[in-house]
């Protein structure tokens, strides 16, 4: 059973940084693409950041620029760098993994998700 479980969130001024976590167990890098999320309030999930087999990553165009996705092999953990937040950043922000032929910036193709950890902005 794949689990995901994110840490990091906090609050932070406007123009100030954070890096999120996200321990996952239960899933083999060659057959799953993990994924960052968040939803404000109001508003539907939407990704933020992907990664698949080959540390290959995609970054949605909202935070392109401003918010790097990676990994560490060796622990099974994936961060998301965020610099230069805005107040639009704040949001709960989800850990997901998905099958890998259905890596995509479309929420429903993942399986598993964390409980999230919220961020919030204030100018």
């Known amino acids: 059973q794949v689990q995901v479980v994110e840490s990091g969130g906090g609050s932070v001024q406007a123009g100030g940084s954070l890096r999120l976590s996200c321990a996952a167990s239960?899933?083999?890098?060659?057959?799953?693409?993990l994924g960052w999320f968040r939803q404000a309030p109001g508003w539907g999930r939407e990704a933020v950041a992907l990664i698949d087999n080959l540390d290959r990553t995609r970054t949605a165009d909202s935070v392109k620029g401003r918010f790097t996705m990676s990994r560490d092999n060796s622990k099974n953990i994936l961060f998301l760098e965020m610099n230069r937040l805005t107040p639009e950043d704040t949001a709960m922000y989800y850990c997901?993994?998905?099958?890998?032929?259905?890596?995509?910036?479309?929420?429903?193709?993942?399986?598993?998700w964390g409980q999230g950890t919220q961020v919030t902005v204030s100018s």
């Open positions: 997901a993994a998905g099958r890998l032929s259905r890596c995509s910036f479309q929420v429903e193709f993942f399986d598993y």
């Open positions: 239960g899933y083999t890098s060659s057959t799953h693409c």
